[in-house]
């Protein structure tokens, strides 16, 4: 594994630091007026979700780690697991539902995501950016309402609430995009 000074820490690198793996969330370079330079940094666990504030200087030494991406189709969910196949080599793995957290929603049939893995370990799985989703209830449309920059709440077909522009009308498809997990566009 590379070792990499303090001072070189970047956002979105993963680190091995105290037996963990964490990815830098956020990176502050400070120069006090006395004293050395150091970096500020926030971490999050990539197991467990826990936060860490460290400070880094330039003469210290971390891990930096390597992820293997893979890209996996979903198949199916059973008891909380969800099941992936390497489109690959066809072999299978489940994985708890909460890897996915609030994004859970959004996984559909046969769609292709990204497995980060360190090692045989798999540590976070990224949705495709934009997923096409069915509005199954909201408001009607109300002509001329269309000038005003305002939002009403819908519902989609998988359950999740968002708010869509006011021209949006039931049972049509719209565009969601998962990491903001705001309406993008019609489909």
Known sequence: MPKINGNEIRPGNILEHDGGLWAAVKVDHVKPGKGGAFAQVELRNLRNG????ERFRSADKV???????????????TDGMLTFMDSETF???ALPAEL??????FLQDGMTVHIEYYGEEALNVTL????????????PVVKGQTAANSFKPA??????R????P????????VVNTETMEYSERA
């Open 162 to 165: 968002i708010t869509v522009p």
């Open 50 to 53: 826990s936060k860490l504030n």
């Open 100 to 105: 996915l957290g609030e994004r859970r929603p």
């Open 128 to 139: 495709p950016q934009k997923v096409t989703c069915k509005v199954v209830e909201t408001e």
């Open 63 to 77: 891990e930096r780690v390597r992820l293997d991406q893979k890209d996996q189709q979903f198949l199916f969910e």
């Open 91 to 93: 072999d299978q793995i």
């Open 167 to 174: 021209f949006v009308a039931q049972d049509e498809s719209i």
């Open 155 to 160: 519902v989609l077909d998988n359950g999740v």
